[in-house]
């Protein structure tokens, strides 16, 4: 029964931190999405800079979540092939 517990609270952490992870990183391309439209407007700042701020934090919040997603999809591949070859060892037993 503890097993199922410790089980059940780490698959909660882990959710937590996939679902902070992923607004984090969407919210930096939100923030690059409002600068690149002008939505929000700084005091003595060039409306083309703003724009072309808006486009590099719209390039670096895609590679953030890009890269993420490669990590957590490798994670979840290697888990799998762990459990494949626990299973394996324990039919060759």
């Known amino acids: ?3 199922s517990v410790k089980t ?3 698959f909660d952490s882990k959710l937590l931190m996939k679902v902070i992870n992923y607004s984090l990183r969407s919210s930096i391309l939100l ?5 690149l439209l002008g939505l929000v407007e ?3 700042m060039d409306p083309v800079m703003l724009r072309v ?3 590099i934090t719209i390039l670096f919040g895609a ?4 890269i993420y997603h490669m990590i957590m999809r490798r994670q979840a591949m290697e888990e799998r092939f762990a459990e494949m070859a626990k299973e394996r060892e ?3 037993k």
């Open 63 to 66: 590679y953030r979540l890009s």
């Open 31 to 35: 923030i690059g999405v409002i600068c």
């Open 42 to 44: 700084f005091q003595n």
């Open 53 to 55: 701020f808006g486009v």
């Open 8 to 10: 059940r609270k780490k």
């Open 1 to 3: 029964m503890r097993d």
């Open 90 to 92: 324990n039919l060759d």
